[in-house]
């Protein structure tokens, strides 16, 4: 394809490669065009922020698992001196801390992980194409997120603290500025998911560009793989719900900044005294804004998992995976009605009830399809020859603690059981399931497959084995307990639980999940280990190291610029594994067996 | 143990410790002498065991379905592990099975669903009115809670409020309606015993009710992020029997109306009409000192 840019551009004609300029080590690598550089630099910057939304993390579990115990040293020196005196957390550091946890997490984290990294690499790979529809759009999409992540960073250390009004910053706690205390740190929070939001969208609309305009022959929808599927209806979501969010900030920044009144309404008292020109704005307003951006968000999050997860399932059990067009209809049910659940938030809110059952139906639904879906995955497994690589291992987790985070979802989809468990650890409990024992987990498995597509060499097994277990074991002694201290009555963000009777005697789950929260969190320091060791380490490998059949399978390892010497045809589906029409137990699907070659000249010529 | 036992166990400590509070008059330290469960609190009023006959039902579904996917799962993960010899089983999928695992989830589902809706209309729609309840406004603040009664002329905002701050004393048997407005940000009215929650919101009024059958003390925890304080936003409820809060009701309204009493005249003869140790007596007296008592409704 010739990309229709600007003379410098290099243009990539079929045999031209050795044509073009040669490009500088800043063209090369820095800003580099190449969708499969720019997706590196995006896994990079994930696993970065992924460590900084961990130690946030565990510094407030060291607040819940040893209450007024001052974090040892030396971890103490990188705590801001706004969260802790003496190394002891204090109660608004406490709630910057977990503030700025899932903040990190939520936009830095988890959605360049899955989006960045897999949506930039895969996409064009998977569907034979050499590059993304507008290169230079992707790349300002990756060198917009930096300044962005760089104001969050800087918004820890400043003056008065880091943003401390929840990641859902509802108003008017976030909307003014005495009642956190929190001034800049609170408005560099907003400006930097503005900026970032600006590079959400630029991606998404070069995915849904992509996938539309740059399918190699032969490539019809229904012959795309999965994570191609999901990352382009994730695309969508993404464009239709950042603005909201975008809108909703600059709101927010307005009441901060210049005395608006979108939520702030008559009435409004600050340390007991009337608050002056305040009036008119609805403090519900900015919840309905926000979950609105905000359900599509999560399943922004945990699409592209699961079409990850489908697509190494079907690799190591060598078999087609399990219900091909009911997997893709899921994916589109998933995310049509993910726009008509955001009231389940919000369902002891002061929302009128009637709308809270109307949320409650919506919300119950959309647990089909994922059942569907889930269902599809073990009929993948079933009759397979399976291998357990560190990449199936990592697939598995996902299936089995995707489950268990979906079924927890049903005790809150129901309006009247949330009523005791909304704002408890139990949706605490819910959340890392679905985003870690999901999101996070798909996320190793990807990085772990198309590692060797990224850098011609394997990551080390044994070392990602390693990581898996310990990661599994103390996932799941972290946050299942979550769900019995939720039980309890635990409420959720706060700084001292033992200043409540009724709570007391929960403090030995609370320092079970922090023991293990501290040993997950180092665990993933072997994953990190793993990544940069076997850049020199690791086994180096050909074209198809793992037999699979999609398109980034049939160039070399690593993928040169321009991916393919010749666009590929494509005369069948991903998921040929085991195929009768194959001696291996693999087919690639530009590899045409009888029949097909046939087949496709018969349908070009009408 | 079953759920009958561990009710009357529950309802028995209540009363014990609710005995304990009238006599102590006092914040109950008896608090934390019955929670040792590493599960739900006791059920402490009607709907709370409602509510929980639903959560077990979910969790007795959910659980069902876990152990299934898990069990399948680690069957076909033993089965069929790669082995020389074999190859997988060349197969896209089946129509049928998709149907029937889209449809028995979606009847489980829309069961659920239906079920919760009554409950969730009993707990909302079918609330008790103004005038089945004893009504209280609660007013939450940055890091406490504001509480009112209507005193003895029975309207709210007028001087002879009586006000509390954390300390919600309510009647046993009888419904209880609580009025929440916020006076600056969202806090959330949570009782986990009661198993109700409700935001309060500023510049709206949102409802939650409740009947407690027994006595007994209780925490109010605080639901919604607020703040620097928001952890310990601890308000206490303490449920009277219904004599006890009779008692406890008058003689708030007796100190109100001594507080609201224009302070006692030089001569004997203004002294008369100052005598305002009755109850009813509300026009006069309190246009006098009108202006200081709403300065102590915060």
Redesign the interface.
Known sequence: MESTLTVTEPTHTEAAHHDHPKLSWVEKYLFSLDHKVIGIQFMFSSLFFLLVGGALALVVRWQLGFPGQAVPAPFDLILPGSMAADGVIQ??GY?AAFTMHATFMVFFAIMPMMIGLFGNFLVPLQIGARDMAFPVLNMLSFWISVPAGILMLVSLYIDGGAAA??WTS?A??SAVEG???VGLGQNLWGISLLVLGVSSIMGAINYITTVINMRAPGMTMFRMPLPVWAIFITAILLLLALPVLSAAIVMLLMDRTLATNFFL????????TPMENVGG????LWQHLFWFFGHPEVYIMILPAMGITSEILAVF????I?????MVFSICGIAFLGWIVWGHHMF???MN??L??TF??ST??I??PS??K???W??T????????TVPMLNA?AF??MF??GG??G??M?????D??I???YFIVGHIHYVLFGGSLFAGFAGISYWYPKMFGRMMNPTIGKIHFWITFIAFNCTFFPMH?LG???H?R?????N????????QP?NTFITVSAIVLGFAQLLFIFNIFYSLRNGKKVGNNPWHANTLEWTIPSPAGHGNFDVVPTVYHGP?E????MSDE?YLPQSQPVDGERAKLAQQMSH | MNNRLRTFIAGAVTFLCGAAVLLAQDVP?Q??AR???????DEATAIAG??DD??YI??W??SV??VL??A??LV??FR????TG?????????TR??II??VI??LI??A??I???Q???E???QAPTEEDALVINVRP??FQWDIFYAGADGKFDTPDDIATINQLHVPSGRNVLVHLTA????H?F?V??F??????????M?QIWFNVPNPGAY?I????????????M?GYITVHSADDFSAWYSEQMQKKAVELAPPPAADTAAAAPADTAGAATADTSASVSQADTSATN?
């Open positions: 109660p608004n709630n009004g929840g509802y008017p706690l009642f956190t205390g309404p008559a009435g409004l008292s600050i340390a007991g704005g609805q403090p519900l059990a060598r078999k087609p399990f219900g091909y067009r009911a002891q809110s002061g009830p009637l809270g059952t409650m139906i119950m639904v647990a089909v059942a569907i889930v269902f599809n073990l009929g497994l079933w009759g397979g020859q399976i291998q357990f598995l299936v089995s489950t268990i079924l927890s049903i005790f989809a129901s309006t009247a059981v009523m005791f909304h704002d408890t019995i039980v309890g009555g409420m963000r706060i700084f001292d639980p200043v409540y009777g009724s709570l007391m005697h929960l789950v998921y594994y085991s195929s009768p137990d | 330290e608090v934390t929670y040792t469960r590493w599960w739900l609190p409602k509510i639903l959560f979910i969790l579904i959910t379905v876990l996917v898990f399948v799962m076909f993960l069929y592990r790669r082995r074999r190859r997988a089983v060349y197969y896209h999928g089946n099975l998709e695992w889209t989830p979606a589902v829309i659920l669903g079920v919760s809706r409950l969730w209309a707990i909302k729609s603040r940055q006076q600056d940000v969202i959330s949570f986990p015993e198993r109700i929650k409700q935001d309060a919101v500023p510049g709206m949102t925490e925890a605080c639901a919604e992020l607020c703040g620097l304080g928001h952890y310990r601890r915060p």
